[in-house]
């Protein structure tokens, strides 16, 4: 019986998946976004997507147009690209779109319960208000010394780099170790500083598993490595619980650090922060600032070492500002006095920022302006800032590194209009072709965060090496979550005398 069925089966699937691909050539229904053509179902287009999500957007535009839909994965995602899809995502109405059924899943059990996507949007908007007040100019000053401390023991010590007077360094090895020792000294406070050196790290890579891209989609799996996400986060979130035991208990202000800010930050109606919500928004900070930033210093790293007179440039402006030989101080209100440092870094993300794609969940049906498509109720929408930003349109040689540009160029952001989500005053950056921090409601927090940890780290280097890439430029690596730079990353450093 099961044998004879056999063949009926076989021709019921053959029937259905020839109905499937004819569908997609025949039945172009005008009030949707076409669909990027695809053999196999579920899958869909997320090899493509995956290997270079540039590549992808860009053959797809040309076939296709700004607004398309592709499968990938079993969702239906619709891209909007350029400075009108930006807008469309980042401006959108909460009504409209939701960050928080596009991530939580993903971010939920990483972060823990009650911070970031699983809380309502009103909530998230109060948890970032009491981060930014911790970022502010008298903490970036204290954090700019304990940045060069930890630089010194890691760069005097590393394999790598050590006390020599030239080698050869791996920046995939070395920069998310040096990144993570500055980021949690300063940010994060020292006894999480202290725990890197005692079995944070493991728990911090078993942590990061739950970001791997397969958890996009199948996150509750009962996989091996989701059990040791579920434990690094339980061991982490008691972990900050003890800290904060502690610092309640010790009348000893211990400093500017963010798990001070918390501790002391009240919701509108007057209540403290839980203290599982300030671990959970701990591990969110850690975690949001470690790759993107990480990825970033190799990226400008390589980049310089491919232009080595622009790190000579960079050498130049530096003895101007911050002194030379035994007057040579980094001073963190000097930053502002070095315009092509921050044109270098500012260059990098537009040629490199960390993240590619910015989803949202649709809730309810959205027309697309000026056509006749209508985007789904219950698809994804994805905007990518970042190929508006290395599109010829809106900059002459794109995908050349030419920190120079910024000199000329007008800050889009300043000049947009502004508005207040509950957090301060943020762009809406609707006409901006370069977005890296995003914009609107979900609008980075951390930039400045990030503008003084990078600004520091590349001083140092500037001040103590200089340096060519070995070989070419990498290429992007789009596998994690994050752009990286695909292997081998080497940098050839020679020390300054
Ligand atoms: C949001 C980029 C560093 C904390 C975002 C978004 C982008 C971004 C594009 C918007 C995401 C969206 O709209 O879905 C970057 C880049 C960084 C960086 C390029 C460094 C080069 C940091 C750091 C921190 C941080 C250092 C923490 C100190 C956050 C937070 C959000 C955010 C809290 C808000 C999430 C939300 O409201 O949904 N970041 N980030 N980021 N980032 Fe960053």
Redesign the pocket.
């Known amino acids: 019986m099961a044998v004879s069925l056999l063949p009926l089966v076989l021709s019921g699937v053959l029937a259905w998946y020839v109905g499937y691909i004819l569908n997609q050539i025949t039945n172009r229904n005008p009030k949707r976004p076409p669909i990027v053509f695809h053999w196999i179902p579920f899958f869909g287009s997320a090899i493509s997507y995956g290997i270079d999500p540039y590549v992808f957007f860009h053959e797809c535009r040309q076939k296709y147009g700004d607004v398309f839909s592709f499968v990938c994965m079993g969702r239906k995602m619709t891209a909007y690209l350029g400075v009108k899809g930006n807008d469309f ?2 401006n959108g109405k909460l009504a409209d779109l939701s ?2 059924e ?2 939580s899943h993903l971010t939920t059990p990483v972060f823990g319960k009650d911070v ?2 699983d809380v309502p949007n009103h909530v ?2 109060e ?2 208000k009491f ?1 930014k007040s911790g ?1 502010g100019f008298p903490q970036f000053r204290s954090y700019v010394p304990l940045i060069l401390n930890e630089m010194n023991a890691f760069l005097n010590t590393s394999p790598e780099f050590g006390p020599g007077k030239e080698g050869v360094a791996d920046l995939l090895k070395t920069m998310p170790v040096m990144t993570i020792f500055t ?1 949690s000294r300063t ?1 994060q406070g020292a006894e999480v500083r202290e725990g890197f050196d005692a079995g944070f790290a493991d728990l911090y890579h078993d942590l990061d598993q739950g970001f791997s891209p397969i958890n996009f989609v199948f996150p509750w799996l009962p996989l091996p490595r989701n059990r040791r996400r579920d434990r690094a986060h339980n061991i982490m979130q008691q972990t900050y619980l003890n800290i904060i035991k502690q610092r309640r208990s010790s009348p000893e202000n211990p400093g500017s650090d ?1 798990i001070w800010t918390l501790m002391n930050s009240k919701y509108r109606d007057g209540r403290l922060l839980k203290e599982h919500e300030i671990a959970g928004i701990m591990i ?2 850690l975690m ?3 790759h ?2 990480a ?2 210093i190799m990226w400008v790293l390589t980049l310089l070492g491919s232009k080595p007179e622009v790190i000579e440039m960079l050498y130049e402006e530096q003895k101007r500002v911050l002194g030379e030989g035994e007057n040579f101080h980094v001073d963190f209100d000097k930053y502002k006095d070095l315009p092509l440092l921050n044109y270098v ?1 500012r260059e990098t ?1 537009r040629l490199h ?3 590619h794609s ?3 969940k649709v809730k309810r049906d959205l027309p697309v302006p000026d056509s006749k498509m209508v985007i789904p109720a219950g698809s994804h929408l994805l905007a990518a ?1 970042g190929y508006s930003a290395t599109h010829e349109d809106f900059f002459s040689r794109a995908k050349e590194f030419c920190p120079e540009r910024w000199g000329e160029r007008p800050d889009d952001e300043e000049n947009a209009e502004q508005i207040d989500y509950g957090y301060g005053l943020v762009s809406k950056g609707g006409s901006s072709p370069y ?13 400045q ?3 003084m ?2 600004t520091t780290i590349i001083c140092k280097f500037v001040h103590d090496y200089s340096w060519t890439t070995v070989g070419k430029v990498p290429d992007v690596d789009y596998s994690s979550m994050v752009a990286l730079p695909l292997a081998p990353v080497k940098i050839a450093w020679k020390r300054r005398d």
């Open positions: 995502l980042f960050a928080e596009a991530y970031v996507y998230l908007m948890h970032k981060i970022l980021a940010l963010m969110a900070l949001a600032g470690q993107t930033s990825a970033t870094i993300l920022p960390p993240i910015i989803m949202r800032p977005l890296p921090f995003g914009a609107g409601r979900h609008r980075c927090i951390g930039e965060f990030a503008f940890h990078l």
